[in-house]
């Protein structure tokens, strides 16, 4: 029988590592390469073609959502599994519709991630309980309302809002995603124009609502 082939993705070193541990006490699994942000996770899929990766969502420079769709765009043969503290509706709609196959809760038992990992690795879908319940009771609760998601937004420019709200100035995203600095102050304009925010203070509010980044970040 074959490894399922895995690699980490978050940005917090001893969480990586208890997964780590965790990961490698199973049977039949090995975790074949580690990532503390969204960048580094998609040049390591390339690299080592895992057959799942456990993706955080909120990570520095790229966050795990919008890695998500790339990984899954460019590497169709690796599924994405997010792991995540989060059990609402909103967080969990964004996973999924960005590609994830799986959505485990960070304080699930050490069974359940196993049989999680087993069936995504075999490309079936997994939500764990808890957040199926959740994702259930939210949508009941906000029928006939508008969720809130950066899904009208490009992949780009929901890349370059992240940046801009993590404090890297046009300067440092135009070096960091090779553009040019009146690019990225295009799509600046472009990201305030389409969510009727003109100011920093609000796109940072609209990022932590929508998860694209963490308050705590």
Known sequence: ???????????????RAGLRSLLESMEAVEVVAEASDGRAAIHLVKAHQPDVVLMDVAMPEMNGLE???RIVKEFPN?????????????????????GA?????????????ELALKSISKGEAYLSPAVSKHVIADYVRRTGG?????SHLTPR???ILQLL???HSAKEIAARLVISIKTVETH????????????VAGLVRYAIRTGLVTADE
């Not at 029988?1 to 969480?15: E, Y």
């Not at 690796?78 to 519709?97: C, F, G, K, R």
């Open 101 to 113: 196959m799986g959505y485990v809760l960070k304080d699930a038992g050490v069974a359940e991630l």
């Open 188 to 199: 600046r304009s472009q990201i305030m124009e389409r969510l009727d925010i003109h100011d």
């Open 146 to 150: 508008e969720s809130s998601t950066p």
């Open 165 to 167: 709200v993590e404090g």
């Open 78 to 98: 690796t599924h994405v599994m997010i792991l995540s503290m989060h059990a609402n509706e909103e967080y969990v709609m964004q996973a999924l519709q960005a």
């Open 1 to 15: 029988m074959q490894p399922i082939r895995v690699l980490l993705a978050d940005n917090h070193t001893l969480i």
């Open 157 to 159: 420019q929901r890349e």
């Open 67 to 69: 890695a998500t769709a």
